[in-house]
């Protein structure tokens, strides 16, 4: 089946570990995204991907990095540099007017 | 700088009413918006978009109105079921291709 694939599911770190979230789409969309959500909050935009091999900050970049070197992968990489980032992370990929979502990666930094 | 905000951050709705969810933004230069819904645990779904140079348009039983002058979109649901129980968020899409939600709003059915 076409999809938007996020792994893992669940994800534990210890603080001050870089840790890599993946996320895959097999819809040939060229934009992908990368959004933060915090418990009772909305989608906070980390990073997006309009084509291959480019991508800029959203909102809340910072201690965070990316990178888009096929179609089908955005991985996203917290790193130790972040201050807070225990989250629910979702990707997504978009085709005209529709972003489709991963079903998330829930982050929990000890 | 840019935002999209909501009204009201929660609405509970007897089963079978119309429901209306409602939302301000502030990017005078996003061309189109989109309604997501979302389920706890899971990613959003998209419900309905429209463009910028819209003012309303109709899915199966939704609703979307856009009215520039105050900057203001609504999200209506006919006959309010069950299944509708969620968070629903609106988003803005600035050109080309940024993205950005909004806070939203849960919405409990009453039976």
């Known amino acids: 089946d076409g999809g938007i694939t996020q792994s893992p599911k669940y994800l534990f770190r210890k603080e001050g570990q870089n840790v890599t979230l993946s996320c895959e789409q097999n819809?040939?969309?060229?934009?992908m995204y990368w959004y933060r959500q915090d418990p009772g909050q909305g989608l906070r935009l980390i990073y997006y991907?309009?084509?291959?091999?480019?991508?800029q900050k959203g909102d809340i970049a910072e201690g965070y990095s990316v990178s888009r070197e096929k179609k089908e992968s955005f991985p996203l990489t917290v790193t130790s540099a972040q201050k807070n980032p225990t989250a629910f992370y979702l990707c997504?990929?978009?085709?005209?007017?529709?972003?489709?979502f991963g079903q998330g990666t829930r982050l929990t930094v000890v | 700088g840019e935002s999209v905000g909501l009204h009201l951050p929660t609405l509970s709705v007897q089963e079978g009413d119309n429901s209306i969810i409602n939302c301000a933004y502030s990017?005078?230069?996003?061309?189109?918006f989109i309604w997501y819904k979302q389920e706890s645990g899971k990613g959003p779904q998209f419900i309905i978009d429209?463009?910028?140079?819209?003012d309303k348009r109709q899915g199966q039983r939704v609703t979307v109105l856009l009215n520039k002058t105050v900057k203001h979109l609504s999200l209506q649901i006919a006959a309010t079921q069950p299944g509708d129980s969620a968070v629903y968020f609106c988003?803005?899409?600035?050109?080309?291709?940024?993205?950005?939600f909004g806070s939203g709003t849960r919405l409990s059915i009453r039976p």
């Open positions: 997504a990929s978009r085709k005209g007017t529709e972003a489709f």
């Open positions: 819809l040939n969309h060229d934009a």
């Open positions: 991907s309009q084509i291959v091999n480019d991508f």
């Open positions: 990017n005078s230069a996003s061309d189109y």
């Open positions: 429209i463009r910028s140079n819209m």
């Open positions: 988003a803005e899409n600035l050109p080309p291709s940024k993205i950005i």
